[in-house]
């Protein structure tokens, strides 16, 4: 299950965004929403009229999850770990994050800091 980026930043073809982490054997979940969550009120990552609904209407119909933007190693934090979106997660129960959540567990790790 491949998962959907936030918003308006589009990994390299040849890239692939694993939320997985190898030593744990569990997916990296935000302990909480980032700073600039697109699920927090105000628009805060100024995204285009219908452009979050665009995004969860993906990630649910290919039952996936999004990636936090703030983890996205090409966005604000290199050093940060793709994560899954708490914003998405709190919010829909997909296929991708009952099976995690069952089969494997997730691991919280806390959104990268603002500079």
């Known amino acids: 299950m491949e998962a959907v980026p936030e918003p308006d930043v ?3 073809a040849d890239a692939e965004i694993s939320v997985g982490d190898p030593v744990l054997g569990k997916s990296r979940l935000l302990s909480r929403q980032c700073d ?4 927090n009120r105000g628009n805060l990552m100024h995204l285009a009229p219908g452009r979050l609904r665009d995004l969860v209407t993906e990630a649910r119909q290919r039952e ?3 990636v936090c933007h703030d983890t996205l190693p090409q966005y604000r934090h290199p050093q940060a770990k793709p994560a899954i979106c708490r914003g998405f997660a709190d919010r829909y129960r997909t296929q991708a994050l009952q099976l995690i959540e069952r089969l494997f567990g997730f691991v919280e790790v806390d959104p990268p800091h603002s500079a």
């Open 36 to 39: 600039t969550c697109i699920f």
């Open 10 to 12: 589009e990994p390299d």
């Open 64 to 66: 996936s999850f999004i």
